[in-house]
């Protein structure tokens, strides 16, 4: 492998780690949208001419639009705000931007809104977990079709942080029958 494909390899890897740090598909999606309504009121056709306000809200909406999807992607802290604003600008684009940018632009900006308000960030692995369990001193009760490694990966069982803190599942607590609680249960008899 020569220095050049290793560098370009290294680049990928830190764009790839980048892109997917941050909602980068939906603020693309919504910025596209907002300047697709920006190109299609620039159309010669004429379909809805508005002067006055509502001439600066066909401008002003997609601008906005596009700004939310640069945001998005710069700023994936504050990604439920820009979503909100973007699937509401989406909509009202129907009325200002010659119906959402001939539906198109709408589209786009609703899907990537939508994209933005469901994504989560990825939550880093802890490095004081400890090291991880190596092949050879996996049990044979650890061992999957897969192999070995999701022995190394599973996370260890956590202590709940004070004693009076339910330990059931959710499952069981939600098919017990209703009642006295088991402590008290547990006092009776």
């Given at each position: 492998m020569s220095p050049g494909q290793h560098t370009a390899a290294g680049v990928r890897a830190r764009w790839r780690r980048w892109r997917r740090a941050r909602p980068f598909t939906a603020?693309?999606?919504?910025?596209?949208g907002g300047a697709e309504m920006l190109v299609?009121?620039?159309?010669?056709l004429g379909v809805l001419l508005h002067v006055g306000p509502q001439g600066l809200a066909a401008y002003l909406v997609p601008a906005i639009l596009v700004i939310c999807g640069v945001l998005l992607i710069t700023t994936p802290q504050q990604r439920v705000f820009y979503a909100v604003v973007s699937l509401v600008l989406g909509l009202v684009s129907w009325l200002t931007s010659n119906l959402g940018g001939f539906l198109v632009g709408m589209l786009l900006a609703l899907v990537g809104g939508a994209l933005a308000f469901a994504w989560t960030p990825v939550k880093q692995r802890a490095a004081h977990a400890g090291p991880a369990a190596t092949p050879a001193e996996a049990t044979p009760a650890d061992t999957t079709l897969a192999g070995t490694e999701s022995a190394a990966t599973a996370p260890a069982p956590r202590e709940p942080v004070d004693s009076s803190a339910p330990t059931e599942s959710l499952d069981a607590l939600l098919t017990a029958e209703p009642g006295p609680s088991r402590d008290a249960r547990a006092e009776r008899g």
């Open positions: 603020g693309l999606l919504i910025a596209l299609t009121l620039r159309a010669p």
